[in-house]
């Protein structure tokens, strides 16, 4: 049922209303057909075979002379391998006696449409033990956050809400914390997961004291795992990273790379440079890696981490059986030999324990399943604060556009 606002009448919807198919899909039916054809087009294979030719074929030890002699930033974010771009390496065996530990966060966000400003992280953990003692710890924490130091972050006269991209920035460290706690209690040896990325991305354009504040308490955590040796990694499932193959173009790059307009290569490098501006990491690793072997390690050219001081991520691919994923590590973690060797071998065996295809790490899918908050979840929280607050004569009321969205026919 529709409104007729000139009638004040309801009335019923088109038929596509009727059945719930409001997008026409015959259209982007065959737009799907045109983007599959050009994803396994000959042409697009012919150049991921050039791609991976040229991996083996660059010179390591130039291309990190390239990168570093550079004084200006280069416009694409590049990778440098720290020893060699194509060595693979084999999974070594896991010890008898071991523990992975997994950690995972969800939030509820602020709600501009509520009169009370507050936001919610639950932060779970996992920790698996194997060996002759198996055991399995699996728990959550949620926090209720409504405190001016917690919703603000102070900056001159301005306060800055946590709300958005700093939330999760946030919340990441609170996955993190959680982690380190739960790594307390832990079995040695152990590796710790985090699922995505160890680089915090969104503060790189963030004001001084927002940056500050937060990677602050993020590198106290990295000190943390350090002070305890136990390393501590970001597992990324399907990466979409282009860090390598960025490094590639670097390598053909004559000229200003921030002019292509004026490029000096042939045609077909030019080509080749231009694909590879668009290709996934993953793609130059897929056929290079045998299932469970990893590649050597890069090091992240991202703003960013020269405010990680010691801790500076570093990264490598890891084929687990299906996909190809990225692993990153603080630079403590990938120059320990012992420690990188424990990272490949128990990432390797929690994926061959997983019933996924692709696998997926058990300790995480444990940790995301206490995580999660459901829709209902949440509106049970809105319902706690609203009656708390009726307890005490305020009545919760809610913005007209919510309340409007509220009472709207689905």
């Not at 319902?383 to 409007?404: F, N, P, T």
Request: aromatic share 8%; charged share 25%.
């Amino acid at each position: 049922m529709g409104y007729n606002w000139l009638s004040g009448t309801r009335q019923r919807g088109t038929r596509n209303e009727e059945i719930g198919l409001p997008l026409k899909l015959g259209p982007i039916s065959q737009q799907v057909d045109r983007m599959a054809a050009s994803f396994v087009a000959d042409e697009h294979r012919a150049l991921l075979r050039e791609a991976r030719q040229l991996l083996h074929a660059v010179d390591a030890e130039e291309l990190r002379a390239k990168v570093r002699d550079r004084r200006e930033k280069y416009p694409w974010l590049v990778a440098i391998p720290v020893h060699t771009l194509s060595q693979t390496f084999s999974p070594p065996l896991p010890p008898a006696d071991f523990s992975v530990v997994g950690s995972d966060g969800s939030s509820i966000h602020p709600d501009r449409h509520s009169p009370l400003r507050y936001y919610v992280i639950n932060t779970s953990h996992a920790v698996l033990t194997y060996g002759r003692h198996p055991n399995a710890d699996l728990d959550s924490e949620g926090q209720l956050y409504f405190e001016d130091d917690d919703l603000y972050v102070l900056s001159g006269q301005k306060s800055i809400p946590i709300e958005g991209e700093r939330l999760g920035v946030k919340m990441q460290i609170a996955e993190l914390q959680a982690a380190l706690k739960a790594a307390q209690s832990a079995t040695d040896p152990m590796v710790a997961l985090r699922d995505g990325t160890l680089i915090l991305w969104q503060l790189q354009n963030e004001e001084r004291e927002v940056r500050e504040e937060f990677l602050g308490q993020f590198l106290r955590c990295l000190d943390g795992f350090r002070a305890a040796s136990v390393p501590v990694i970001g597992y990324i499932s399907y990466p979409g990273s282009h860090d390598v193959a960025n490094a590639l173009r670097v390598s053909l790059c004559r000229d200003d790379p921030s002019d292509c307009e004026h490029c000096s290569l042939s045609e077909e490098q030019q080509v080749l440079c231009d694909f590879l501006s668009r290709a996934w990491d993953r793609q130059l690793f897929e056929e290079l890696l045998e299932e469970g072997r990893r590649s050597d390690v890069f090091e992240s050219t991202s703003d960013i981490l020269k405010k990680y001081e010691s801790h500076h991520i570093q990264f490598l691919y890891l084929n687990v059986g299906g996909e190809v994923v990225r692993i990153e590590a603080p630079q403590w973690v990938m120059r320990d030999g012992g420690m990188l060797d424990l990272v490949h071998a128990l990432v390797c065996d929690q994926c061959q324990r997983s019933p996924d295809y692709p696998p997926y790490p058990p300790a995480l899918q444990e940790a995301h399943e206490q995580a999660v908050i459901t829709t209902a979840e949440g509106r049970l929280v809105e319902e706690l604060v609203e009656r708390s607050l009726a307890e005490r004569g305020i009545v919760y009321a809610r913005s007209a556009k919510d309340r409007s969205k509220r009472r709207r026919a689905v």
